[in-house]
Nanobody, 117 residues
Framework: QVQLVESGGGLVQPGGSLRLSCTASGSLASFDVMGWYRQAPGKQRELVAAMSDSVRNYAASAKGRFAISRDVAKNTVYLQMNSLKPEDTAVYYC????????????WGPGTQVTVSS
């Protein structure tokens, strides 16, 4: 059973930074794509950042502020968030995709990020 667990969320003031971590119970090599999604109250879950072995993609709102990376040895993917804004407030979820028929999605339980003064 593949398990993803996020950590690193919390309360931060506008303009501050946080680094989220997502650790897989198994190897990150199990996933073809790793990503971060977020969901604010009353809103749909949206993609923030994703990466494969060769490509990184970001939501327009995240470009220039957020960076996704991984440490294969630690089976961990990170989301570095800088210049945080109140609109970044949401529950952030780690996601892993396995390209099969159908695609298999694995989700962490989420970690709360609150940007407020």
């Amino acid at each position: 059973q593949v398990q993803l667990v996020e950590s690193g969320g919390g309360l931060v003031q506008p303009g501050g930074s946080l680094r989220l971590s997502c650790t897989a119970s198994g190897s990150l090599a199990s996933f073809d794509v790793m990503g971060w999604y977020r969901q604010a109250p009353g809103k749909q879950r949206e993609l923030v950042a994703a990466m494969s072995d060769s490509v990184r993609n970001y939501a327009a709102s995240a470009k220039g502020r957020f960076a996704i990376s991984r440490d294969v040895a630690k089976n961990t993917v990170y989301l570095q968030m800088n210049s945080l804004k109140p609109e970044d407030t949401a529950v952030y979820y780690c996601n892993g995709k396995i390209w099969a028929s159908p695609v298999y999605d694995y989700w962490g339980p989420g970690t709360q990020v609150t940007v407020s003064s």
